[in-house]
């Protein structure tokens, strides 16, 4: 390579390593690869390119592109095989190989990158060829800074959507991978325990006595009571997240369904000896989907009654403050630390200690109630105290348009 080439490929890159642009943000850098004889037109590309900066609305990407040089086809090729750019600039009439012989060197090779070709001898064959042997764009000489700007932007928004599409689809791949392990995780162990029951029943190991089979049969029944609910649950969760869940829209007294839930928590209170008390005014009213305000309180009172200690103590507490209300459940029950709290509204998180290993749930309830209070403009947090209980509090809006969809998770 000449040494003329080598100082203004320095000149650039050093440029746009020293560009304040580049300093304290986050940004999507691409590289470009100019492939042109003439020393000055490389220069010129190089120039109008190096604070060159733009947004990608699509996805909210600022990029930045950082210009590299070729002088031959053959110096590009090697260029390319060592570290593909992300756009390559190429002129059709090069000494040596032409800018159609690379084109065909990376068709060939597969090589992920756009390819612009420009020429003094535009033809619709030459157009035709290029085209043909995967060119993405076409840019003929004399060209203006703005109409190579213009087509390297058209290239560059194509190559970060493109970008941005392959990380999502990974991303989502992988969150399905997460999601059916933990799923078959969840699912194995009272999958298992129902199996070896039903074997002492087929073999009749257990002996004679009839409350032993009585009590396999609870057990069994247990298992699939969990696994009923976390298949409701799962089904909650993914008519929320997907959008597709029907939200009808009614005056709700959320006082009224508090009761309800009460109510439907009251049996397994009872049996623990753990009183439930409403604190509210009469009524508090908002304008919510019935069902959804329904699953946000059994799993807050349920939560509160399974998590508790015999003998203990469940409040509800139901006040408006401004355009919003609020439902606090406290419980005496057996806590949590900072670090278990902090991940508690993840999918699938339940908190496993020696406290909690007898205690069954599905770990999407939480997570099921701060993707509902999200929808109604508001929120689900938790403050706790090891082995002193904790208070579970959400926040809705009382008017949320009835065209208002749970947001994206």
């Given at each position: 390579?000449?040494?003329?080439?080598c100082?203004?490929?320095?000149?650039v890159?050093?440029c746009?390593?020293?560009?304040p642009?580049?300093e304290?943000e986050?940004?999507?850098?691409l590289?470009?690869?100019?492939?042109d004889d003439?020393?000055?037109m490389?220069?010129?590309?190089a120039?109008a390119l190096?604070?060159?900066?733009?947004?990608?609305?699509?996805?909210?990407?600022?990029?930045?592109?950082?210009?590299?040089?070729?002088?031959?086809g053959e110096?590009?090729?090697e260029k390319?095989?060592?570290?593909?750019?992300?756009?390559?600039?190429l002129?059709?009439?090069?000494?040596?190989?032409s800018?159609l012989d690379?084109?065909?060197?990376?068709?060939t090779k597969?090589i992920?990158m756009?390819?612009?070709m420009?020429?003094?001898?535009?033809s619709i064959?030459?157009a035709?060829?290029?085209t043909?042997q995967?060119a993405?764009d076409?840019?003929a000489?004399?060209?203006?800074p703005?109409?190579l700007?213009?087509?390297v932007?058209?290239?560059?928004?194509?190559v970060?959507?493109?970008?941005h599409?392959r990380?999502?689809a990974?991303?989502?791949r992988?969150?399905?991978?997460?999601f059916i392990s933990v799923?078959?995780?969840e699912?194995?162990?009272p999958?298992?325990?129902?199996?070896?029951?039903m074997?002492?029943?087929?073999?009749?190991s257990?002996?004679d006595?009839p409350?032993?089979?009585r009590?396999?049969i609870?057990?069994?029944?247990t298992?699939t009571?969990?696994m009923?609910?976390?298949?409701l649950?799962l089904?909650?969760?993914?008519r929320?997240?997907?959008?597709?869940k029907?939200?009808?829209?009614t005056e709700?007294?959320?006082?009224?369904?508090?009761?309800t839930?009460?109510?439907?928590?009251t049996?397994?209170?009872?049996?623990?000896q753990?009183?439930?008390?409403?604190?509210?005014?009469q009524p508090v009213?908002m304008?919510?989907?019935p069902?959804e305000i329904?699953?946000i309180?059994n799993?807050?009172?349920?939560?509160?009654?399974?998590?508790?200690r015999?003998?203990?103590?469940?409040?509800v507490k139901?006040?408006?403050t401004?355009?919003a209300?609020?439902?606090?459940?406290?419980d005496?029950?057996?806590?949590?630390?900072g670090?278990?709290c902090?991940?508690?509204?993840?999918d699938f998180?339940?908190?496993?200690?020696r406290?909690?290993?007898d205690?069954?749930?599905s770990?999407?309830?939480?997570?099921i109630v701060?993707?509902?209070a999200?929808?109604?403009?508001g929120?689900?947090s938790?403050t706790?105290?090891?082995?002193?209980?904790?208070?579970?509090?959400?926040t809705?809006?009382?008017n949320?348009?009835?065209d208002h969809?749970p947001?994206d998770?």
């Amino acid at each position: 390579m000449r040494i003329e080439n080598c100082v203004l490929r320095l000149v650039v890159l050093c440029c746009a390593r020293r560009n304040p642009q580049l300093e304290g943000e986050d940004m999507d850098i691409l590289r470009v690869l100019v492939c042109d004889d003439e020393p000055g037109m490389r220069m010129s590309v190089a120039r109008a390119l190096r604070d060159f900066s733009f947004t990608v609305a699509d996805v909210n990407a600022t990029v930045h592109l950082v210009t590299d040089m070729a002088e031959t086809g053959e110096e590009a090729v090697e260029k390319i095989d060592a570290a593909p750019p992300h756009i390559l600039l190429l002129d059709h009439k090069l000494p040596g190989i032409s800018g159609l012989d690379v084109l065909d060197h990376i068709t060939t090779k597969k090589i992920d990158m756009l390819t612009i070709m420009i020429t003094a001898y535009a033809s619709i064959e030459t157009a035709v060829r290029a085209t043909r042997q995967g060119a993405y764009d076409f840019l003929a000489k004399p060209f203006t800074p703005a109409e190579l700007k213009n087509a390297v932007r058209k290239a560059a928004e194509h190559v970060i959507v493109a970008q941005h599409a392959r990380k999502l689809a990974q991303e989502k791949r992988q969150v399905r991978f997460q999601f059916i392990s933990v799923l078959a995780h969840e699912l194995k162990a009272p999958l298992g325990a129902i199996e070896g029951y039903m074997q002492v029943l087929r073999d009749g190991s257990a002996g004679d006595d009839p409350a032993v089979y009585r009590q396999i049969i609870e057990r069994c029944v247990t298992r699939t009571t969990y696994m009923r609910k976390m298949i409701l649950d799962l089904l909650d969760l993914t008519r929320i997240e997907s959008g597709q869940k029907k939200r009808e829209f009614t005056e709700v007294d959320v006082v009224a369904a508090a009761r309800t839930a009460i109510d439907t928590a009251t049996p397994d209170a009872v049996s623990r000896q753990i009183a439930i008390r409403l604190l509210a005014e009469q009524p508090v009213r908002m304008l919510a989907d019935p069902g959804e305000i329904e699953i946000i309180l059994n799993n807050l009172v349920s939560n509160a009654v399974k998590y508790n200690r015999d003998g203990g103590s469940v409040e509800v507490k139901i006040a408006e403050t401004g355009d919003a209300l609020v439902v606090a459940v406290s419980d005496t029950g057996i806590g949590m630390n900072g670090e278990e709290c902090a991940k508690l509204f993840n999918d699938f998180v339940r908190i496993k200690n020696r406290k909690t290993r007898d205690i069954l749930g599905s770990g999407l309830g939480l997570s099921i109630v701060k993707k509902l209070a999200n929808a109604y403009g508001g929120d689900a947090s938790v403050t706790s105290q090891p082995d002193a209980g904790s208070t579970f509090t959400v926040t809705l809006k009382k008017n949320v348009a009835t065209d208002h969809a749970p947001p994206d998770t």
